[in-house]
């Protein structure tokens, strides 16, 4: 049985930093692409950044620059460090992942930037 876990939410002033973990049981983050996902009040999941087999990074626009996702291939991790926060990046942060048998996504952190 797959299982994912996002730890590290909570309220940050804009500015500030936050870091957040995705932890796996049942799947192996090494092996596939993993992903973060956002889904603020009243508008859709976006892909905020993900990480490829081969560690390739990619960042939706408005994070670049602000966001960093890596992989722990040892503690089978994924975190997304999160700078220079803003009140537009409030939102309920998801992990996810995949393989042949199927889409699998934690339960989401909340994420509040706000004075």
């Known amino acids: 049985q797959v299982q994912l876990v996002e730890f590290g939410g909570g309220l940050v002033q804009p500015g500030g930093s936050m870091r957040l973990s995705c932890a796996a049981s049942g799947i192996a983050f090494s092996e596939n692409l993993v992903g973060w996902y956002r889904q603020a009040p009243g508008k859709e999941r976006e892909l905020v950044a993900r990480i490829s087999r081969g560690s390739v990074r990619n960042y939706a626009d408005s994070v670049k620059g602000r966001f960093t996702i890596d992989r722990n291939d040892a503690e089978n991790t994924v975190s997304l460090q999160m700078n220079s926060l803003k009140p537009e990046d409030t939102a309920v942060y998801f992990c996810?992942?995949?393989?042949?048998?199927?889409?699998?996504w934690g339960q989401g952190t909340q994420v509040t930037v706000s004075s």
């Open positions: 996810n992942t995949g393989d042949w048998r199927g889409t699998y």
